[in-house]
């Protein structure tokens, strides 16, 4: 689940990231099994894992991508909020400009999708009241995190500002955690579960009832008051849906936070799918478990081959591309993280990735620290940024961007919580929580 960036970002400081972060609070370290850090002032830069060739990969996979679906070159759908995005179009493989004119056949895909979806806006629907989960033999106060009861978070100013490095111990309680999530996620992305005419409340039930069989606490419920176990969002949904009785539909392109609390800590990652985006006749059979049998990063059933029509066809070929890179941007920020690498490389691959497909990534909501705390320091920023901090061995955080097909400029609606882009262009998002080794990354969330 991401952190918002208001207020987060005044907390966060240059660091170097070429020296070790400085050790402030060495005659005060706590008795638990992990170490406060706090960060550094000294700017620098990192070369490791650069952009530019990251950015010919995922050019190379747009372009194979594009070339296997006969998707003509259409530019980017861009705007003059989007620093840097017009001089991007220089090195781009697209040399014309967008179209006015929503009506002629010559705008490109990529206009046209965005004239579809503002054409059939989600809205709001029917929500049932928000489940509660009441103390018993079985949910003893420690399945509890603290704000289950009353929705507020315990004020911990310094979990804004430092940054935890794990030992064994902790760590091994992070992989326990992350792993019921990971099972949990692949439980109700299951092609048999996300059907046309689901409806996502119905799955936050399912997600509900098998996060309490796994003797875990859903930890978006009454998280800030969010009112369910699981954030859905749908089509131009950014982040932070909530699931209503709105059904599915077709080509739909939507995104499952799925994040638990487990022995006193978080589990947190995310994955979207393509509703009825499936091979016809296909049984996906014991993939609809929560067990552990899997352990794929993540599975792709057979792709849909017949299509109502082509506006069909062209709907969910391009909602395709976006989940590709979404997933890759993860992806590519994952790759990014390694002993001595800086926190700045995760946002600068995640950014070539979108400049390669012609997508934007969001600002406003990053990934973040994970542990007690379900949003903690260090915050991790999707796009190019300078808040430079060395990766040291122990630090846990997620890497979840949000992959726009239009502007990434968003906002929220009234209910404080469903984000949704201004231009309606559609979203996808992945998700790892990842954990900084003495040799390179561990992904927690991988099966």
């Known amino acids: 689940m991401s952190t918002m960036a208001a207020a987060i970002a005044r907390k966060f400081v240059t660091v170097s990231c070429k020296r070790r972060i400085q050790l402030l609070l060495s005659q005060q370290l706590p008795s638990s099994s992990y170490q406060l850090r706090r960060k550094s002032s000294i700017p620098s830069s990192s070369s490791l894992n650069p952009a530019d060739e990251v950015y010919e990969r995922a050019s190379h996979a747009a372009s194979t991508f594009d070339t296997q679906y006969n998707l003509d070159a259409s530019p980017p759908i861009y705007n003059n909020n989007n620093h840097g995005f017009e001089s991007l179009l220089k090195k781009l493989p697209f040399t014309t400009t967008p179209s006015t004119d929503s009506n002629s056949s010559q705008i490109g895909w990529r206009k046209r999708q965005l004239n579809r979806t503002n054409a059939h806006p989600i809205q709001p629907h029917s929500k049932s009241p928000r489940t509660s989960i009441h103390p018993s033999s079985q949910h003893p106060p420690s399945f509890f995190p603290p704000y289950a009861h009353n929705g507020s978070i315990p004020q911990n100013s310094s979990s804004l500002d430092t940054v935890l490095l794990h030992d064994e111990t902790s760590i091994e309680r992070m992989r326990d955690a992350a792993q019921i999530a990971r099972r949990l996620l692949n439980y109700i992305c299951s092609p048999s579960i996300v059907t046309v005419g689901t409806t996502t409340e119905q799955i936050n039930k399912l997600l509900h009832n098998a996060a309490l069989k796994q003797n875990a606490y859903p930890s978006p419920l009454n998280y800030m008051g969010f009112p369910k176990s699981v954030c859905s969002s749908i089509n131009e949904v950014v982040c932070h849906g909530i699931p209503d ?173 469903t984000v949704v882009t201004r231009d309606g262009g559609r979203c996808a998002q992945f998700e790892h929580t990842v954990l900084v080794t003495e040799d390179g990354v561990e992904i927690l969330t991988l099966p």
């Open 245 to 417: 009785e709105r059904p599915l539909e077709l080509g739909d392109v939507v995104s499952f936070d799925v994040s638990c609390y487990v022995g006193g800590v978080h589990g947190d990652n995310c994955a979207t799918v393509i509703v009825g985006d499936l091979e016809e006749g296909y049984d996906d059979g014991n993939n609809v478990s929560t067990s552990s049998n899997d352990t794929r990063d993540w599975f792709i059933p057979p792709y849909k081959t017949n299509f109502a029509s082509e506006e069909e066809q062209e709907r969910i070929i391009t909602a395709r591309r976006l989940v590709q890179a979404a997933l890759e941007a993860r992806d590519e920020g994952v790759a990014a993280c390694k002993p001595g690498a800086c926190l700045t490389d995760i946002g600068a691959a995640i950014h070539a990735v979108s400049d390669a497909y012609g997508y934007d990534t969001v600002r406003h909501y990053r990934g973040h620290g994970i542990f007690e705390e379900f949003h903690r320091a260090p915050f991790v920023k999707h796009f190019r940024n300078d808040d430079r901090m060395e990766l040291l061995p122990g630090m846990i955080f997620t890497i979840e961007p949000m992959i726009t097909e239009g502007s990434a400029d968003c906002f929220e609606w009234n209910d404080n919580w």
